[in-house]
């Protein structure tokens, strides 16, 4: 036996758990020979060479919360490479920021596996934890799991697609965008038409060439994005210049475009990839 795997009864194309999805929990392992697993009691026991395996449902409070992309708060899909937010309650025994790179796997004694795939940590405090998709993870639907000194605390499922943009914002919606000048942009710093500006994303997906997960994109050579970014300002298309992930950072996607020709004023701005569209954040232009 290989593994346990459940499937929609109305579409058998789609499986909704497997136990290979987080191995470290779920996995079934050495099985008796000829031995079936059994339902009973709404509940999945499988035998293995010393002990039963029982699968059922978490417990209430350790199942359901769901991983949002950081940038924008979106909970229907993540893409691998990209960084995500868990919110609950006793998610870490501490408080802790990742200090060096590459980026650590456990953070206040807190760890996120995506998939069955460790996940390099951003933040860890009881309340929350940033992570960074494992670029190993592929596309379809997966399972995250969070652990507290090596004891599941929570977990829930994700839709993992090739890329998932999310424009990051600062207070008041404004992108996070840097102007020509170094400056960030803002309504008392514009950026001037035809000037180039530098927006920071996550979601972006693959990149190339590769580098690993939790490793600091380098300087050179640098990663560029596997598929076609867009972004429009306002109505008009913007020139692109770069779209790849942003030298020193793990998990950060920079885009850089040529700012249109518009009238001074705050513009809505969105990036998109593959058919996906960003959420919208305003810039500046004069």
Same mark, same amino acid.
């Given at each position: 036996l290989v593994g346990l795997? +459940?499937? %929609?009864? %109305?579409d058998l194309t789609k499986e909704l758990y497997s136990s290979t999805m987080n191995a470290s929990r779920d996995a079934v392992? /050495?099985?008796v020979k000829y031995t079936a697993p059994m339902v009973a009691n709404g509940k999945?026991?499988?035998g293995r060479? /010393?002990?039963l395996a029982v699968y059922g449902l978490l417990s209430a409070g350790a199942i359901g919360l769901p991983a949002a992309n950081a940038a924008n708060g979106d909970v229907g899909s993540l893409a691998p490479g990209g960084l995500a937010t868990i919110y609950g309650s006793g998610l870490a025994a501490g408080t802790g920021t990742s200090a060096s790179f590459p980026l650590p796997m456990s953070l206040a004694g807190a760890s996120v596996t995506v998939g069955g795939f460790p996940a390099p940590m951003l933040y860890a405090s009881p309340g929350q934890v940033n992570f960074q998709i494992p670029f190993e993870v592929a596309p379809g639907n997966t399972s995250f799991s969070v652990f507290v000194n090596g +004891?599941?605390?929570a977990s829930g499922s994700l839709n993992v697609v090739a890329v998932s943009p999310g424009v990051f914002m600062l207070p008041g919606g404004q992108a996070a965008v840097v102007n020509q000048n170094g400056s960030v942009n803002s309504p008392g710093?514009?950026?001037s038409a035809g000037s180039i500006v530098s927006a920071y994303v996550t979601g972006l997906g693959a990149v190339s060439p590769q580098i690993a997960s939790g490793a600091p994109a380098p300087t050179g050579p640098i990663s560029y994005t596997n598929a076609a970014v867009t972004v429009t300002v306002g109505t008009a298309a913007a020139h692109l210049q770069f779209a790849g992930l942003a030298p020193t950072f793990a998990g950060l996607y920079q885009v850089n475009f040529v700012v249109p020709s518009l009238p001074p004023g705050q513009y809505a701005v969105q990036i998109s990839s593959a058919g996906s569209v960003s959420n919208v954040?305003?810039?500046a232009v004069q």
């Amino acid at each position: 036996l290989v593994g346990l795997h +459940a499937y %929609d009864a %109305d579409d058998l194309t789609k499986e909704l758990y497997s136990s290979t999805m987080n191995a470290s929990r779920d996995a079934v392992g /050495s099985t008796v020979k000829y031995t079936a697993p059994m339902v009973a009691n709404g509940k999945v026991y499988a035998g293995r060479g /010393s002990l039963l395996a029982v699968y059922g449902l978490l417990s209430a409070g350790a199942i359901g919360l769901p991983a949002a992309n950081a940038a924008n708060g979106d909970v229907g899909s993540l893409a691998p490479g990209g960084l995500a937010t868990i919110y609950g309650s006793g998610l870490a025994a501490g408080t802790g920021t990742s200090a060096s790179f590459p980026l650590p796997m456990s953070l206040a004694g807190a760890s996120v596996t995506v998939g069955g795939f460790p996940a390099p940590m951003l933040y860890a405090s009881p309340g929350q934890v940033n992570f960074q998709i494992p670029f190993e993870v592929a596309p379809g639907n997966t399972s995250f799991s969070v652990f507290v000194n090596g +004891a599941v605390v929570a977990s829930g499922s994700l839709n993992v697609v090739a890329v998932s943009p999310g424009v990051f914002m600062l207070p008041g919606g404004q992108a996070a965008v840097v102007n020509q000048n170094g400056s960030v942009n803002s309504p008392g710093s514009p950026a001037s038409a035809g000037s180039i500006v530098s927006a920071y994303v996550t979601g972006l997906g693959a990149v190339s060439p590769q580098i690993a997960s939790g490793a600091p994109a380098p300087t050179g050579p640098i990663s560029y994005t596997n598929a076609a970014v867009t972004v429009t300002v306002g109505t008009a298309a913007a020139h692109l210049q770069f779209a790849g992930l942003a030298p020193t950072f793990a998990g950060l996607y920079q885009v850089n475009f040529v700012v249109p020709s518009l009238p001074p004023g705050q513009y809505a701005v969105q990036i998109s990839s593959a058919g996906s569209v960003s959420n919208v954040a305003t810039i500046a232009v004069q």
